[in-house]
Antibody, heavy 122, light 106 residues
Framework: QVQLVQSGAEVKKPGASVKVSCKAS????????IHWVRQAPGRGLEWMGW????????KESQNLQGRVSFTTDTSAATAYMHFYGLTIEDTAVYYC???????????????WGQGTLVTVSS | DIQMTQSPSTLSASVGDTVTIACRAS??????LAWYQQRPGKAPKLLIY???TLEGGVPSRFSGSGSETEFTLTISALQPDDFATYYC?????????FGQGTRVEI
């Protein structure tokens, strides 16, 4: 069965960077994009972008002002989210999510990781 | 960005009730819409995609309809497991955007 297992919770100071990993299993990692979605405490969902598992192509939300990037290690079937210049407002649970279609950008998000809480505090 | 507005924000219901949640897009998204269920402390779960297609394994008491800018999620014969928060999401344009959520409570 499809599983996305994320790395553990992080506590960072304002201005720091964080790297969250997402290990995929149960499907062909290179055939589907991985999206990243975050959720601030008690708030709604915010889409951050995606990375194509096959060729490393990425699409980031412009709302994040260039502070996020995505990479993959295809040999380990693992995707990574890198977030820079953290502020208090970036405190959230970060989810990796599999695209439902092999063609990215035309479908919904079907399998979600368990989430990684990133706390930004001085 | 396309704004997604859900109503109501909170909905009180009982087991066995039929409830409807509305989702409005600020511009047409055709049928590029999904619905998710999120239980407290858990990741969201895909229920419906393409506005009305049920994801595999999702009970048939969930149904979706709509197109262009107006969409609805209907849950028939509410079960105890259905008390959760529901989100709509458009994937017609970047950035993908979600509604603010509708909490279905007892």
């Amino acid at each position: 069965q499809v599983q996305l297992v994320q790395s553990g919770a992080e506590v960072k100071k304002p201005g720091a960077s964080v790297k969250v990993s997402c290990k995929a299993s149960g499907y062909s990692f290179t055939e589907y994009a991985i999206h990243w979605v975050r959720q601030a405490p008690g708030r709604g969902l915010e889409w951050m972008g995606w990375i194509n598992g096959a060729n490393g192509q990425t699409k980031e939300s412009q709302n994040l002002q260039g502070r996020v990037s995505f990479t993959t290690d295809t040999s380990a079937a693992t995707a990574y989210m890198h977030f820079y210049g953290l502020t208090i407002e970036d405190t959230a649970v970060y989810y990796c999510v599999k695209d439902r279609s092999p063609v990215v950008g035309v479908d919904s998000l079907d399998f979600w990781g368990q989430g990684t809480l990133v706390t930004v505090s001085s | 960005d396309i704004q997604m507005t859900q109503s109501p924000s909170t909905l009180s219901a009982s087991v066995g009730d039929t409830v409807t949640i509305a989702c409005r897009a600020s511009q047409t998204i055709f049928t590029w819409l999904a619905w998710y269920q999120q239980r407290p402390g858990k990741a969201p779960k895909l229920l419906i995609y393409q506005a009305s297609t049920l994801e595999g394994g999702v009970p048939s008491r969930f149904s979706g309809s709509g197109s262009e800018t107006e969409f609805t999620l209907t849950i028939s014969a509410l079960q105890p497991d259905d008390f959760a928060t529901y989100y709509c999401q458009q994937y017609n344009n970047y950035p993908y955007t979600f509604g603010q959520g509708t909490r279905v409570e007892i």
